[in-house]
């Protein structure tokens, strides 16, 4: 037994596999030989390989954005059909037709009709790459000088292509060594006590710019490389840190280009938009996006989680905190608490990842989602709303509810109060129009004295008493 099967019927299974792939090649052969001579009629699809042509659009949404998706297997003949998946709107789907020729071929004989997969429509970027001629170095033409002779021809021709190989040689040779040259600066920033998240980011910059024509053993190739760079002005500044700590490594020096970064104000949204985004995403990615909200810890913080941590008995998730915070334990809501249970536990002891898994994967599948989420409810500002955005909302939001830049400080993990000030701007700016107040009545100076010392501040005057108003918490 293996399985829940006998070995007899694993075997049996395998053959049936083999047989209908088979009866599908020696049926389309039957075919090819009876319509050998016939011009107009079409030959069957094949199934949709990487030299296939793609679908134009995506007929949900018209996009011409369109990735492979998988294949599906019908039961019928066991002719895999390839799957289309929109990265604009996620709408999957697998274009078929009946190729009236093959079919009536098929029914001729007593077998049952085929749906072909989708090959007719050839893409506009297909039909460029079709008409293009690619050369290779011995049809490249060559202006030189050379002797009437063919042995002397031939000689400049073996010369030149020596030259050729060598150069080629060489570049290849200096890549592979700033290659090696990359891994050794990994290591070494770790040997220094970077974080993860800082080693993969400098070493993922100067593989970019490696990639893309720098000279590690240059730093005036760096610095064109970097100011050709379409990239904002903190990108480009994140990159010249990255090649001044490979030069500190290295022993050499350089004078870094200025890149001044440039402080916004952050998106917030709404509630509204936040839940509706919870609600549309995955299982998995929903109970990330619930904990970001409800906490506001950062994601590297929540992807790091254990279960442990997360006790869902006692509804609190106590945070190992990163980029030098401080540690914080949060009460859950039953709702959180709920969605933990509800996980599957396959990754060992943390909740959303294993230790190899990096967080880049998982915002590359919340962005997927979040574009469906924006086509299918028609709001585009869901667009903007990425893992820290969660952040910047609870820490706006707790400033709104308690008027306390402490508690805030407190709630994110700052060191820094300077680091939470921007909340309360973009709380009173915010709720400019939505403020709600508290008012009070003081009809002697002791009652005034009290007011004065809760917080409250004088209004005006109204039948011989004193109003006091103060701000809802």
Known sequence: ??????????????????????????????????????????????????????????????????????????????????????????????KTFNNAAVNAHFQHNGD??????????????????????????????????????DNGAKNLVEVETRIQEKAAGATAKTSEDMKSKIVEYTWWLKKEGYSESTILGRSRLLKILVKRGANLYDPESIKDSIAKQNWSVGRKANAVDAYSSFLEMA????????????????????????????????????????????????????????????????????????????????????????????????YGDRVFSTPQQPLDHHRDNFTQQRKRLACKLKNQRLMQITFHTLRHWKGTMEYHRTRDPFHVMSILGHKNIKNTLKYIHLAEELFKDQQEYVSKVAKTEADACILIEAGFEYVCDFNGAKIFRKPKY
């Open 112 to 149: 049952t009709p085929l749906s072909f997969s989708h090959g007719s429509e050839h893409s506009e970027r297909l039909q460029k790459l079709h008409r293009l001629i690619l050369k290779s170095r011995a049809d490249k033409p060559v202006s030189c000088r050379v002797s009437a002779s």
């Open 1 to 94: 037994m293996e399985g829940g099967k006998t070995l007899t019927e694993g075997k049996a299974a395998s053959t049936s596999a083999n047989d209908k792939a088979h009866t599908w090649r020696s049926r389309l052969n039957s075919w090819k030989r009876t319509n050998s001579t016939n011009p107009q009629a079409q030959p069957p699809n094949q199934p949709l390989t990487k030299t296939t042509p793609a679908p134009t659009a995506c007929p949900e949404c018209g996009s011409a954005k369109i990735w492979r998706g998988g294949f599906w297997h019908p039961v019928s003949n066991g002719m895999p059909i390839q799957r289309w998946q929109c990265r604009d709107c996620g709408y999957r789907f697998s």
């Open 251 to 346: 022993g050499g020096q350089w004078k870094p280009p200025r890149y001044t970064r440039i402080d916004k104000m952050p998106f917030v949204p709404t509630e509204t938009e936040v839940d509706q985004l919870i609600a549309g995403c995955s299982k998995r990615m929903g109970t990330f996006l619930q904990l970001l909200k409800e906490t506001g810890i950062r994601s590297g913080e929540a992807w790091r989680l254990t279960w442990n941590e997360a006790d869902t008995v006692s509804k609190v998730v106590r945070i190992t905190p990163e980029k030098n915070s401080n540690p914080r334990i949060f009460h859950i809501s039953p709702k959180l608490a709920a969605m933990f249970e509800a996980m599957p536990r396959i």
